[in-house]
């Protein structure tokens, strides 16, 4: 443009590599903007006032506008006050409009005012998934006057998980509010250009062994290799073996690991997903052509990486993180021993209906991007309530369960591979879509049982298929929270 990015800019970044030179500032103006609703409220309503502004000072309001593409998805409101019956689904979405009221009629109001801005409603699913499904192009194309420009995808988002769409070959990572408003109105990014981590994947992962193991091993690994505010791009041909599902289960979780975003390039994988997604053939032609052109298609020779992390899949086994940190790993088969060394064991305590004891579970929640958006994970969750059904097992009543998928597709294939009424029978009914007991929306628990936490000052337990277990995150009532695949 002449100001922000010019020619020495140009120049100085294309030969970065060549000269070494550290700190080079550069201005990064992403394609387009994703929100969920906490966050994207206060940016709406700044709009409002910028137009409120110029409408007082007689000054035609429409010219505020977002100056790319916003999608704001509705995915943070729904709150688990309902669950293990038919009628969850319903009555939460019930209460969720009850108590948001003003908020979703404003951004309605949103959806109707501005050009560039589009809203997804509640009930869709989360943020990150609807991105995957039916937002992401990977390849972008922006028609002018004259003619049609081609350029890759880039997102950036006002959720740290943004960086899930990794996972199709999109680059895109969280940012705050101001950063988002800014580039909505037409302002770059100001950052220095990153140390790329090159992330070399070989093997297959063991059979039972779910991409869920997969992300809390590589969260461990590079949590304690440092890789805050680094770029990772995976290459190897262990990516043979991932599925998109999976790929973009390990790019979500890079606020876990510390990294600003982890990134696969594109490949015959990402070309399947497109597909599958809706995709015309036209457009996956164009991302074919286009990648290979700009050297942006998957290649397994070592690249000119700042440093380069080995990962072999077959070394990877069955495992959950917590009780209080998303990098503190488990082996499954540790899970009691690290249990006792962290908690000491109290008495039981009686309530009216219920006898609870340290590390009971209390909560279990199928819930979150990361993993309810892999049909792998979810297929063999709906398999494991199939054969508990058919063993005669049942959840014990002290436990809130609850099912949120990532989107409605999910809901599609289990109902269709005939597990919903498998999960429904065992207590994990669908309680709504959107981001859950993840954030805290996993609601409050019965009086009961709540009260007999306080009670006997139990440390009681919740196992979710999430991205977050920091104490206090899930539910107040609950202190050791641990992360787990949707089967386990």
């Known amino acids: ?37 906490f966050t994207g409220v206060p940016a709406v309503a700044d709009l409002a006032a910028m137009r409120n502004s110029l409408n007082k000072k007689g000054i035609n309001p429409n010219l505020i506008n977002p100056s790319i593409p916003v999608d704001l998805v509705i995915d943070h409101s729904v709150i688990v006050e309902q669950y293990g019956n038919d009628k969850a689904f319903t009555n939460n979405v019930k209460i969720e409009f009850e108590r948001n009221k003003e908020r979703y009629e404003f951004l309605k109001w949103g959806q109707n005012t501005f050009d560039n801005f589009h809203l997804v409603p509640p009930g869709a699913g989360i943020c990150h998934q609807v991105n995957l499904e039916n937002i992401a192009q990977t390849v972008w194309i ?23 769409i990794n996972g199709l070959s999109v680059l895109g990572w969280g940012v705050g509010g101001i950063e988002a408003e800014a580039a909505m109105l037409g302002e770059p990014i100001s950052m220095n250009v990153p140390e790329v981590v090159g992330f070399e994947i070989h093997g297959l992962l063991k059979e039972g062994v779910t991409a869920t193991d997969l992300v809390l091993t590589i969260t461990e690994q590079l949590r304690s290799h440092n890789v805050v505010g680094k770029f990772i791009e995976f290459y190897g041909e262990g990516l043979n073996n991932l599925t998109l599902a999976d790929r973009a289960t390990i790019s979500n979780m890079a606020p876990e690991y510390g990294a600003t975003c982890s990134f696969f390039p594109t490949d015959g994988e990402t070309i399947n997903y497109l597909n599958l997604t809706g995709k015309d053939e036209h457009h996956l032609e164009i991302v074919k052509t286009y990648t290979k052109m700009q050297k942006l298609w998957r290649s397994d020779n070592k690249k000119n990486f700042n440093e380069i992390i080995k990962f072999n899949l077959n070394e990877v086994e069955s495992s959950i993180a917590g009780p209080k940190r ?163």
Do not use: W
């Not at 990015?5 to 120049?11: E, G, H």
């Not at 309530?385 to 998928?405: C, F, H, I, Y």
């Not at 207590?427 to 936490?453: A, E, K, M, R, W």
């Open 326 to 488: 998303p990098q503190d790993k488990i082996f499954l088969r540790d899970v009691p021993i690290s249990f006792k060394s962290t908690f000491k064991n109290k008495s039981i305590s009686k309530t009216s209906d219920h006898k609870l004891n340290n590390g009971d579970i209390v909560i279990a929640a199928i819930t979150s991007c990361t993993n309810t958006s892999n049909p792998n994970v979810m297929i063999a969750a709906g398999l494991v309530a199939k054969k508990a059904v058919e063993a005669g097992l049942s959840v014990n009543s002290s436990v809130k369960t609850s099912l949120a998928p990532g989107s409605k597709v999910v809901s599609d294939y289990l109902n269709k591979s005939g597990l919903t009424e498998f999960l429904d029978q065992i207590g994990f009914n669908l309680v709504g879509y959107g981001c859950t007991t993840c954030i805290g929306n996993s609601g409050p628990l019965p009086d009961q049982i709540s009260h007999g936490i306080d009670k006997g000052e139990l440390v009681a337990t919740a196992v979710l298929s999430g991205n977050r277990n920091f104490e206090g995150r899930v539910n107040p009532d609950v202190k050791a929270n641990y992360l787990a695949s949707p089967i386990l």
């Open 142 to 164: 922006k028609k002018t006057e004259d003619e049609k420009i081609i350029f890759p995808d880039s997102v950036i988002g006002t959720d740290s998980h943004t960086t899930m």
């Open 1 to 37: 443009d002449g100001k922000n990015i010019n020619f020495s800019t140009i120049n100085k970044f294309g030969n970065i590599f060549n000269k070494r030179i550290n700190d080079l500032e550069i201005y990064f103006y992403p394609t387009r903007v994703l929100m969920q609703d």
